[in-house]
């Protein structure tokens, strides 16, 4: 019970925390309040079960992820915009179409996903999935009879993926 | 009570995929329309989890899992790029604000 009401207690901070992330004025308390959503986020992932993406999580996101917003932030020149009056909403033309597309996408993704939740039986199987289960999958070839291997050439491309994109970024970002 | 944690994920994670295409189009700083994407992507992972733990197979739990650290990946590839793309945009035109870049290709075309 009491995980129960960590569980649910963890969703609201997410929910709250990754609005604020989306709708804060200041881009800096935007960022911050990513990076604790990015943290309850690998909680929530160790309360389902999953506990080498926890950690892959608070590795990449909250780590790595974090520090280049952060870093992307922290680099602009300090310009304080004077936001005129401070009125708590700000008319603009494209704010009723970017809620307009918000709320249609909501309404299908729920429509779906009410069709899809009342066709599955909703049980839940308390797996002990460890490493050598995500090793397996990913790099056993010679048991490839029990599907094993079976994400190994994904994975290959996910290198040369990694590679590219350091490669495109330092030909994009470089200074003439 | 499972049921009511499923469906709760389920709604926490629609409400943040909605907000993260609010924030795609309502947002003008272009750091803040990857935080967006970033939002989108946790959500999206969240989903792959939690579901993947209704599979009643090892094997078909395991790919909900691998799913998300390939997602992850995408997300890691797809922010270092974005942001040198920033950069980039910011080294040339001094500034971050996505309104300001719609007169670019009329520039271009009158050199």
Redesign the interface.
């Known amino acids: 019970m009491l995980a ?1 009401i960590l ?2 207690a963890l ?1 609201l901070g ?2 709250v925390l ?2 604020a ?3 804060s004025r200041e ?1 800096f308390k ?2 911050v309040s ?1 990076v604790f ?2 943290i309850f ?1 690998s909680a ?2 160790l309360l ?3 506990e ?2 926890a950690v ?2 608070l590795i ?2 909250a780590g ?2 974090a520090i ?2 952060l870093f ?2 922290m ?2 020149p300090a310009r304080i915009e004077k936001l005129g009056d401070t009125k708590i909403f700000d008319y603009k033309p ?2 009723i ?3 307009l ?3 249609i ?2 309404l299908a ?2 429509g779906i ?1 009410i069709l899809i ?1 009342s066709e ?8 002990k ?1 460890s490493l050598v ?2 090793a397996n ?2 790099f056993n070839i010679k048991d490839i009879q ?2 094993g291997g079976r ?1 190994v050439l ?1 994975f290959e491309l ?1 290198g040369i ?2 590679l590219a ?2 490669i ?3 030909t ?2 470089k ?1 003439e | ?3 009511i ?6 709604l ?1 994670s ?10 795609i ?3 003008r ?1 272009l ?2 329309i ?3 994407i ?2 989108i992507l ?2 999206i ?2 989903d792959f ?2 579901f ?5 197979n ?2 078909q ?3 909900g ?2 799913f ?3 997602n ?6 797809e ?3 974005g ?6 945009i ?2 040339t035109i001094q500034t ?1 604000d996505i309104d300001k870049l719609s007169t670019i290709k009329e520039e271009i075309e009158d050199n």
Not at chain 1, 120 to 127: D, E, G, I, K
Not at chain 2, 52 to 56: D, V
């Open positions: 129960e569980y649910l969703l997410v929910l990754s609005l992330a989306v709708f881009i935007a960022a990513l959503a990015f986020l929530i992932y389902l079960g999953a080498f993406l892959i999580q990449i996101y790595a992820i280049l917003i992307a932030i680099h602009t494209h704010y179409n970017a809620f597309v918000g709320s996408i909501f993704l729920l996903g939740l599955l039986n909703l049980n839940v199987n308390n797996y999935l289960d995500f999958a990913l029990n599907y994400f994904v996910a993926l990694i994109s350091v495109a970024a330092i994009v970002a200074k | 009570m499972d049921q944690l499923i469906i709760s994920t389920f926490v629609l409400i943040m995929i909605a907000a993260g295409l609010v924030g189009i309502y947002r700083n750091v803040a990857l935080i967006s970033e939002v946790n959500a992972n969240l989890i939690m993947s733990r209704l599979k009643s090892l094997n739990a395991i790919d899992q691998i998300a650290l390939f992850i990946l995408i997300a890691a590839v922010i270092t790029v942001l040198a793309i920033i950069f980039a910011r080294n971050s």
